[in-house]
Protein backbone atom coordinates (compact mmCIF):
# COMPACT_ATOMS: atom_id res chain seq x y z
CA UNK A 1 0.00 0.00 0.00
CA UNK A 2 2.75 2.54 0.99
CA UNK A 3 4.43 1.73 -2.75
CA UNK A 4 1.32 2.50 -4.59
CA UNK A 5 0.90 6.10 -2.68
CA UNK A 6 4.94 6.60 -3.13
CA UNK A 7 4.32 6.18 -6.70
CA UNK A 8 2.16 8.61 -6.96
CA UNK A 9 3.35 10.89 -5.79
CA UNK A 10 6.66 10.32 -7.75
CA UNK A 11 4.05 10.51 -10.69
CA UNK A 12 2.48 13.50 -9.47
CA UNK A 13 5.93 15.65 -8.65
CA UNK A 14 7.25 14.16 -12.25
CA UNK A 15 3.83 15.96 -14.12
CA UNK A 16 4.31 18.86 -11.90
CA UNK A 17 8.09 19.38 -12.87
CA UNK A 18 7.16 18.91 -16.62
CA UNK A 19 4.51 21.39 -16.05
CA UNK A 20 6.94 24.22 -14.08
CA UNK A 21 9.00 23.55 -17.06
CA UNK A 22 6.90 23.50 -20.57
CA UNK A 23 4.15 26.11 -19.42
CA UNK A 24 6.03 29.07 -19.21
CA UNK A 25 8.03 28.27 -22.57
CA UNK A 26 4.68 27.70 -24.60
CA UNK A 27 2.93 30.48 -22.84
CA UNK A 28 6.29 32.48 -23.87
CA UNK A 29 6.18 31.26 -27.57
CA UNK A 30 2.52 32.17 -27.84
CA UNK A 31 2.89 35.42 -26.77
CA UNK A 32 5.70 35.90 -29.03
CA UNK A 33 4.05 34.71 -32.00
CA UNK A 34 0.54 36.53 -31.79
CA UNK A 35 2.92 39.67 -30.91
CA UNK A 36 4.48 38.61 -34.26
CA UNK A 37 1.31 38.73 -35.87
CA UNK A 38 -0.46 41.41 -34.84
CA UNK A 39 2.95 43.51 -35.89
CA UNK A 40 2.75 42.69 -39.15
CA UNK A 41 -1.28 42.48 -39.71
CA UNK A 42 -0.55 46.28 -38.26
CA UNK A 43 1.95 46.94 -40.92
CA UNK A 44 -0.24 45.52 -43.84
CA UNK A 45 -3.17 47.35 -42.61
CA UNK A 46 -1.58 50.54 -42.32
CA UNK A 47 0.45 50.54 -45.69
CA UNK A 48 -3.43 49.35 -47.30
CA UNK A 49 -5.12 51.75 -45.77
CA UNK A 50 -2.76 54.72 -46.67
CA UNK A 51 -3.04 56.09 -42.96
CA UNK A 52 0.80 56.67 -42.48
CA UNK A 53 2.82 56.65 -45.72
CA UNK A 54 5.40 58.62 -43.55
CA UNK A 55 5.07 55.89 -40.79
CA UNK A 56 5.51 52.92 -43.24
CA UNK A 57 8.93 52.24 -43.03
CA UNK A 58 9.37 52.13 -39.43
CA UNK A 59 6.12 50.32 -39.34
CA UNK A 60 7.74 48.08 -41.22
CA UNK A 61 11.69 48.08 -39.84
CA UNK A 62 9.58 47.27 -36.47
CA UNK A 63 7.89 44.35 -37.74
CA UNK A 64 11.40 43.18 -39.13
CA UNK A 65 12.74 43.88 -35.18
CA UNK A 66 9.64 42.30 -33.88
CA UNK A 67 10.76 38.94 -35.98
CA UNK A 68 13.97 38.44 -35.26
CA UNK A 69 13.85 39.67 -31.59
CA UNK A 70 10.92 37.09 -31.49
CA UNK A 71 13.07 34.04 -32.95
CA UNK A 72 15.81 34.94 -30.39
CA UNK A 73 13.32 35.07 -27.47
CA UNK A 74 12.24 31.43 -28.77
CA UNK A 75 15.70 30.20 -29.69
CA UNK A 76 17.02 31.18 -26.11
CA UNK A 77 14.00 29.98 -24.44
CA UNK A 78 14.59 26.54 -26.03
CA UNK A 79 18.30 26.63 -25.38
CA UNK A 80 17.64 27.30 -21.80
CA UNK A 81 14.67 24.48 -21.79
CA UNK A 82 17.74 22.04 -23.12
CA UNK A 83 20.36 23.58 -20.57
CA UNK A 84 17.60 22.16 -18.06
CA UNK A 85 16.74 18.85 -19.50
CA UNK A 86 20.68 17.80 -20.44
CA UNK A 87 21.42 18.72 -16.28
CA UNK A 88 24.07 21.01 -16.98
CA UNK A 89 26.04 22.52 -15.03
CA UNK A 90 24.75 25.45 -12.87
CA UNK A 91 27.21 27.99 -14.68
CA UNK A 92 25.61 27.08 -17.55
CA UNK A 93 22.51 27.20 -16.77
CA UNK A 94 23.00 30.53 -15.51
CA UNK A 95 24.41 31.70 -18.35
CA UNK A 96 21.39 30.56 -20.78
CA UNK A 97 18.93 32.32 -18.40
CA UNK A 98 20.91 35.51 -18.72
CA UNK A 99 20.37 34.81 -22.27
CA UNK A 100 16.65 34.34 -22.16
CA UNK A 101 16.06 37.62 -19.64
CA UNK A 102 18.03 39.64 -22.21
CA UNK A 103 16.10 38.40 -24.85
CA UNK A 104 13.15 39.24 -22.88
CA UNK A 105 13.74 42.83 -22.18
CA UNK A 106 15.22 43.52 -25.80
CA UNK A 107 11.76 42.08 -27.06
CA UNK A 108 9.60 44.21 -24.32
CA UNK A 109 11.72 47.86 -25.11
CA UNK A 110 13.37 48.07 -28.04
CA UNK A 111 10.08 46.07 -30.39
CA UNK A 112 7.16 46.36 -28.05
CA UNK A 113 7.08 49.94 -26.96
CA UNK A 114 7.47 51.60 -30.38
CA UNK A 115 4.93 49.28 -31.41
CA UNK A 116 2.90 51.08 -29.13
CA UNK A 117 3.68 54.52 -29.88
CA UNK A 118 3.53 53.77 -33.95
CA UNK A 119 -0.27 52.32 -33.55
CA UNK A 120 -1.03 55.40 -31.54
CA UNK A 121 0.43 57.44 -34.09
CA UNK A 122 -0.75 55.83 -37.15
CA UNK A 123 -4.59 55.84 -35.95
CA UNK A 124 -4.32 59.17 -34.21
CA UNK A 125 -4.18 60.21 -38.13
CA UNK A 126 -7.51 58.43 -39.00
CA UNK A 127 -9.46 60.71 -36.06
CA UNK A 128 -12.34 58.35 -35.93
CA UNK A 129 -11.08 55.70 -33.01
CA UNK A 130 -8.50 53.26 -33.04
CA UNK A 131 -9.84 50.37 -35.58
CA UNK A 132 -9.64 46.21 -34.98
CA UNK A 133 -6.24 46.51 -36.01
CA UNK A 134 -4.45 48.78 -33.80
CA UNK A 135 -6.40 47.34 -30.86
CA UNK A 136 -5.44 43.73 -31.69
CA UNK A 137 -1.72 44.90 -32.72
CA UNK A 138 -1.68 47.03 -29.17
CA UNK A 139 -3.27 44.03 -27.17
CA UNK A 140 -0.78 41.33 -28.33
CA UNK A 141 2.27 43.73 -27.96
CA UNK A 142 0.67 44.24 -24.45
CA UNK A 143 0.22 41.15 -23.40
CA UNK A 144 3.81 39.99 -24.51
CA UNK A 145 5.03 42.88 -22.69
CA UNK A 146 3.45 42.14 -19.23
CA UNK A 147 4.54 38.32 -19.71
CA UNK A 148 7.87 38.96 -20.24
CA UNK A 149 7.94 41.04 -17.53
CA UNK A 150 6.45 38.70 -15.37
CA UNK A 151 8.70 36.39 -16.35
CA UNK A 152 11.66 37.91 -15.85
CA UNK A 153 10.39 38.51 -12.15
CA UNK A 154 9.48 34.46 -11.64
CA UNK A 155 12.21 33.26 -9.00
CA UNK A 156 14.26 30.42 -9.68
CA UNK A 157 13.58 27.06 -7.56
CA UNK A 158 15.12 26.87 -4.31
CA UNK A 159 17.17 23.80 -5.52
CA UNK A 160 18.64 26.32 -7.85
CA UNK A 161 20.02 28.30 -5.07
CA UNK A 162 20.91 25.39 -2.93
CA UNK A 163 22.97 24.29 -5.75
CA UNK A 164 24.92 27.46 -6.61
CA UNK A 165 25.62 27.81 -2.67
CA UNK A 166 27.05 24.20 -2.97
CA UNK A 167 29.05 24.49 -5.72
CA UNK A 168 30.37 27.91 -4.73
CA UNK A 169 31.38 26.03 -1.67
CA UNK A 170 32.95 23.46 -3.00
CA UNK A 171 35.23 25.95 -5.31
CA UNK A 172 35.68 27.41 -2.03
CA UNK A 173 37.40 24.21 -0.32
CA UNK A 174 39.44 23.75 -3.67
CA UNK A 175 40.85 27.18 -3.66
CA UNK A 176 41.72 26.77 0.37
CA UNK A 177 43.09 23.32 -0.85
CA UNK A 178 45.14 25.03 -2.73
CA UNK A 179 46.56 27.62 -1.74
CA UNK A 180 47.28 25.48 1.32
CA UNK A 181 49.41 23.20 -1.09
CA UNK A 182 51.30 26.33 -2.39
CA UNK A 183 51.73 27.24 1.13
CA UNK A 184 53.92 23.69 2.09
CA UNK A 185 55.43 23.91 -0.86
Request: aromatic letters at 12%.
Amino acid sequence: MKTDVEEEEKKQKSFRQVRRTWVPIIKNMLSTAADIVGDWVFYLRVVKGGYGPDLEPWLLSFSVISSFLGGLTVLSLIMNHWSVCLNMHNIHKTRFQKVVHVALLSEMFIEDIPQFVLTWLAYDRRMDGLGPYAVFNITTSGFNFVFNGLDLLMPLEEEHYEEVANEELAEEELAGEAATVAVIN
